[in-house]
């Protein structure tokens, strides 16, 4: 097991387009997080599941973001007709169970053009 | 309103001396507290944490104190070597929730010389 993965590490979008992000979190992780990062500040959540339920969604995701975790595996993060305030990184994290530590893949960087 | 602050952005210290880190939160219900440490180019990595039944937790160079009267918390490590040089970020939660999401700071750039 290599941890949690995120693919792509670098997306270039024109503003206007949609974009789909994908994680691959620790395999026995039953929690799976989605948050956001901009220059300069630290992680923002966006939501989280448990298993294949989305459990939470922060105010931050607007309409045009949508999340799913199909067979409760791996995740996909959609942005559909992309804004420049959307560009940020974008880091999943998965975990246990609510209690224990929360485990980072590298992120998806997105600048929108 | 930014629930978990860490004021300082930058910190510079001497290898072998002593960094310490610090963080304020206002959030009443956080009672569970970590720390992130995150080189460029990868994700953030769980360092140390502390409930807030402690007012201490060390783990090797690295300790954590808790001042929950003050909703104040810090890093100490020592002594600094130049690989913890990084972003450290300052994270909160309330320990018995069904999420588990954490509030973070907007960190803290560590930068150890040799």
């Known amino acids: 097991d290599t941890g949690v993965s995120q693919d792509p590490r670098h997306k270039i979008t024109k503003r206007g387009q949609n974009v789909t992000f994908r994680c691959d979190p620790i395999?026995?992780?039953?929690?799976l997080y989605w948050y956001r990062q901009t220059l300069g500040q630290g992680p923002e959540f966006l939501t989280y599941?448990?298993?294949?339920?989305?459990?939470?969604k922060s105010r931050l995701l607007s309409d045009r973001f949508s999340a799913e975790r199909p067979k409760g595996s791996f995740s996909t993060l959609e942005i559909q007709r992309t804004e420049q305030g959307d560009s940020a990184m974008y880091l999943c994290?998965?975990?246990?169970?609510?209690?224990?530590?929360?485990?980072f893949g590298a992120g998806t960087r997105l600048s929108v053009l | 309103d930014q629930q978990v602050k860490q004021n300082s952005p930058s910190l510079s210290v001497q290898e072998g001396r002593i960094s310490i880190l610090n963080c304020d939160y206002t959030n009443s219900m956080f009672d569970y507290f970590l720390w992130y440490k995150k080189y460029p180019a990868e994700g953030p990595t769980f360092l140390i944490s502390?409930?807030?039944?402690?007012d201490k937790n060390e783990d090797g160079r690295f300790t954590v104190f808790l001042n929950k009267s003050a909703k104040h918390l810090s890093l100490h490590i020592v002594p600094s070597q130049p690989g913890d040089s990084a972003v450290y970020f300052c994270a909160a939660r309330p320990y018995n929730t069904n999420a588990g999401k954490s509030t973070f700071g907007d960190g803290t750039t560590l930068t150890v010389k040799p």
């Open positions: 994290a998965s975990s246990a169970d609510p209690g224990n530590i929360q485990y």
């Open positions: 395999s026995e992780h039953n929690r």
């Open positions: 599941f448990q298993n294949e339920a989305q459990l939470e």
């Open positions: 502390i409930s807030s039944i402690k």
